[in-house]
């Protein structure tokens, strides 16, 4: 049997880190409610370039600080797996699966969102043995994606993948998906179609919405028109990563393309049908109306 206590090194379940992007001027964490000692480890990422990296103490909590003048999160990604790998490597602490921590997750700065709850969703993620998850959106935030709002009497609901505005992963997954972060700035594309398709290949499928845990998102959301410096727009890098997810799964694990799954992701969602358009029109309708009447 395994034994584990507060003064066992952690060898076998390593401390979450939970990222929250800055902009490096501001109050870090300034829509993280410190209501509660943090049951994970603080990053705080300045996305301007404008502080120093390194230890701090902010808040009076202490966290660490990477700082890299970025375009866009994808980025975000990049540096924080390369801080990882790089701590792992300075320790020189080998395992199957690397060093890494249990849950990685990155949140965005205008997520409103408490220090209890994120403690509470990686509570829940361990009960339900989670591999992706993310709360849900409260009804009152700009939004991309209807399903991720928040739907109340249950805990969470199973789903093919989260977007990434307050997604945590397994450090082992997220770590297993370093080599895309490379060349890829906006991050479209690793939510939908990369981090789903190394899921499936590790058999690290369980992906939930936590509806127990609810965040509510501060800021507009951005179209994905810009053209960043490596002359893509975002739905060009979304391209791009879905076709390297579909050459991995060829690759690797070509009978999945025969699975619901491969149809749902690949198939289905990416080739609607004018009575599909029409119903994904018809349901933003109604769910206008019903948010004005409630």
């Given amino acids: 049997m395994t034994v584990f206590s ?41 996305y301007t370039g404008r502080q120093a990296s390194g230890a701090r103490t902010l ?8 700082a890299a003048k970025t375009e866009c999160k994808g980025e975000i990604f990049k540096h924080l797996s390369d801080h990882l790998a790089a701590t792992a490597e300075a320790v020189e602490a080998v395992e199957a699966d690397g060093p890494w921590p249990e849950y990685v ?16 969703a990686l509570h829940l993620a361990r009960c339900e043995r989670l591999d992706v998850f993310s709360p849900s959106l409260s009804h009152d935030s700009p939004y991309s994606h209807q399903w ?94 879905r076709q390297a997810s579909l050459a991995l799964i ?11 799954w491969y149809h749902r992701t690949f198939v289905q969602r990416e080739t609607p049908n004018k009575w599909i358009r029409w119903k994904r029109r018809a349901a933003r309708v109604v769910a206008a109306w019903l948010d004005e009447s409630s």
């Fill in 59 to 66: 808040r009076g909590q202490p966290m660490t600080v990477l």
């Fill in 250 to 260: 060829a690759r690797e694990a070509p009978a999945l393309r025969e699975s619901p």
């Fill in 148 to 241: 991720m709002r928040h739907q109340p009497n249950r805990i969470y609901r199973e789903v093919d993948w989260v977007e990434v505005m307050m997604p945590f992963y397994r450090g082992d997954l997220f770590m297993a998906a370093r080599a895309y972060y490379q060349d890829n700035i906006s991050s479209w594309g690793l939510d939908r179609f990369l981090i789903p398709a190394l899921q499936q290949l590790r058999g690290q499928t369980r992906t939930a919405l936590l509806d127990a845990v609810m965040a509510s998102h501060r800021r507009p959301v951005t179209s994905g028109g810009k053209v960043y410096r490596n002359g893509r727009t975002a739905w060009q890098e979304r391209q791009i990563l």
């Fill in 105 to 120: 997750g990155i949140i965005d700065d205008d997520i409103l969102i408490s220090v209890a709850q994120i403690n509470t």
């Fill in 6 to 46: 507060e003064d066992r090194p952690r060898d076998a379940v390593r401390r979450p880190a939970v990222l929250v992007s800055w902009d490096g001027e501001s109050l870090p964490l300034a829509l993280v409610h410190q209501d509660a000692p943090p049951e994970f480890d603080w990053i705080l990422f300045d």
